[in-house]
């Protein structure tokens, strides 16, 4: 069995530069709408079984014209739900680098629990079972390979990447995901091989972004921890607010 993990679309709270978390009515902006419709293009063309997805209404929204596409009707399990950041919940982030939680999200990963959340150890749990159970239904259902797609959160793919790369939770964050980026897992009864990571087609344009910029001159750089990635992967890699690349600096 084959899962593409489908991260959603740059939403609000990307371009806002707050950890939405679990929070309701969060939408995808323009470009987040533009990037759904052109994942539903790039798949379609693939033999899509079934499409799961996080109950939140971004991945609602991603997932939508892709149903469309193939005539499916989505499935959500709240298994595949985004962290819960608790206390955290809709806080800018450039308030949370600040918190001395932030350090530990980035080096021990899995000792990390977020007040009044959830901890990140319990997400790969859920996540990975999630996977796992429908991969199997699946394989029951049609006896032979079948291909689907789990649209979720940019933390819980990670923490299913890690998973199926045979790492340590705590390594997890060396994983970029980007909005609308694809990662392609396939199961097998002896171990699970991962075939796309962080696909986002041909656009390059983080990379640009992430190692063209310098400081200007006598101001000081970022530090390892201040520029790791933020809980959820909520923000992008490019200075760029809207294009959804303006994630990986705040990116847990």
Request: with cysteine; hydrophobic share 40%.
């Amino acid at each position: 069995m084959t899962v593409i993990l489908l991260r959603h679309g740059v939403s609000t709270s990307n371009t806002a530069r707050t950890l939405a978390g679990r929070s309701t009515g969060v939408e995808l902006t323009e470009r987040g709408e533009e990037q759904a419709r052109t994942v539903a293009e790039r798949l379609a063309g693939l033999p899509i079984e079934r499409i799961v997805h996080s109950p939140l209404l971004r991945c609602q929204r991603t997932v939508a014209p892709l149903a469309e596409k193939f005539g499916l009707e989505p499935v959500f399990d709240d298994r595949l739900l985004e962290v819960d950041y608790g206390e955290w919940t809709g806080r800018p982030i450039a308030e949370l680098v600040e918190e001395p939680l932030w350090k530990v999200v980035q080096r021990h990963a899995s000792g990390a629990v977020f007040p009044a959340g959830e901890g990140l150890a319990q997400v790969q749990v859920r996540a990975v079972a999630a996977i796992r159970d429908h991969d199997r239904a699946l394989a029951e259902q049609h006896g032979r390979d079948a291909l689907w797609v789990a649209c979720t959160h940019g933390d819980v793919i990670k923490s299913i990447l890690a998973d199926a790369l045979g790492i340590h939770l705590d390594g997890f964050q060396r994983i970029v995901v980007e909005p609308a980026s694809l990662s392609i897992v396939r199961y097998t009864p002896t171990a699970p091989y991962v075939w796309r990571l962080n696909d986002t087609g041909a656009d390059l344009s983080a990379l640009a972004a992430s190692g063209g910029q310098r400081p200007a001159a006598g101001s000081a750089a970022p530090g390892p921890e201040a520029s790791g990635p933020v809980p959820g992967g909520e923000l992008g890699n490019t200075g760029s607010a809207d294009n959804g690349n303006a994630e990986r600096r705040d990116s847990l």
